[in-house]
């Protein structure tokens, strides 16, 4: 039985047409399981009205939906790691805010997690009870990067990309302050780091329906995921870079965060003060 809080964190770029509709619809989701939960939305330097629609709909719901925001686009990783360091919850779910996987699907994770004693759970669309529809094109890179991973790094997963995850808040603790990817690799510098620190890692089936309007991938985009892929094997396998990373408690993540990253005017009072104080 699911005892705790869950910390669903968003990050979202240029969805102003969406977000409002979508984070209504994720807090009712959420509403409906009977747990304590927030949601914290991450606007990662939208170009367009993102940052406006959803402070008026974080105002709605009150400390359940909290908004913050970078003034430049600096990739879903980074969305991800400054919207983990506003959490409080003993679990935190990473979900896409163009809402492809639907949140729905948590209590399954959360399910699975407890009753495989895990501390991960991913979103798998090669699971054989997955319901994806996804582009052909999109499941050839898919599976050509799984191989990839798969040699590299040996995880015991079968896929790594889908954008739902589930974490005990200590993986992301330990794992956060290592990771230097912010862009198309960070899953992977995320998940093999926990995998190398003896988390146990799981998948979950999802229903997937692909609607996104961006993010066609080019071969720009594909060299940056190999070269960053390979960097972090590099990192990992060769110049045990890892180990010697010191612990920086997301509570102090945060506060470097909101220093350098944060928009000023966002920022809460406390945080402004620090920024002023920071060197």
């Known amino acids: 039985m699911f005892n705790g809080k869950l910390s669903v964190v968003m990050p979202a770029y240029n ?27 991450v606007d990662d330097g939208s170009v367009d009205d993102t940052h406006s ?6 105002a ?27 959490t409080t919850g003993d679990y935190i779910a990473f979900l896409d805010a163009d809402m492809e996987l639907h949140p729905e699907q948590l209590p399954l994770f959360l399910e699975i997690l407890l009753a495989q004693n895990a501390d991960v759970v991913i979103g798998s669309k090669r699971h054989p009870l997955s319901n994806v529809q996804y582009p052909r094109i999109r499941r050839i890179y898919s599976a050509g990067y799984f191989a990839l991973v798969w040699l590299l790094f040996g995880l015991p997963l079968r896929d790594t990309q889908t954008g739902l995850k589930l974490f005990r808040r200590q993986v992301l603790q330990d794992v956060f302050p290592k990771v230097l990817v912010k862009r198309f690799a960070f899953d992977i510098e995320v998940l ?29 985009d594909i060299k940056t ?4 892929t390979l960097a972090i094997f590099y990192r990992l396998r060769l110049l045990h870079y890892y180990d010697r990373v010191p612990f920086c408690s997301l509570t102090a993540l945060r ?13 809460t009072p406390a945080e402004k003060q620090h920024a002023t104080a920071a060197p």
């Open 15 to 41: 969805e102003s047409a969406s977000i409002v509709k979508n984070v209504a619809e994720a807090v009712q989701t959420l509403s409906g399981f009977g747990y304590d939960y927030e949601v914290v939305v």
């Open 53 to 58: 629609h959803a402070m008026q709909i974080a």
């Open 60 to 86: 709605k719901y009150g400390p359940k939906v909290r908004v913050v925001r970078y003034d430049d686009n600096r990739g879903k990783g980074g969305a991800l790691i400054c919207g983990t360091t506003y």
């Open 192 to 220: 093999a780091n926990a995998h190398r620190l003896g988390y146990k890692i799981v998948d979950a089936p999802v229903t997937l329906r692909f609607a996104r309007r961006y993010g066609r991938i080019t071969f720009h």
């Open 225 to 228: 995921i190999l070269l960053d």
């Open 255 to 267: 506060e470097r965060v909101a220093a350098h990253e944060l928009t000023p005017e966002r920022q």
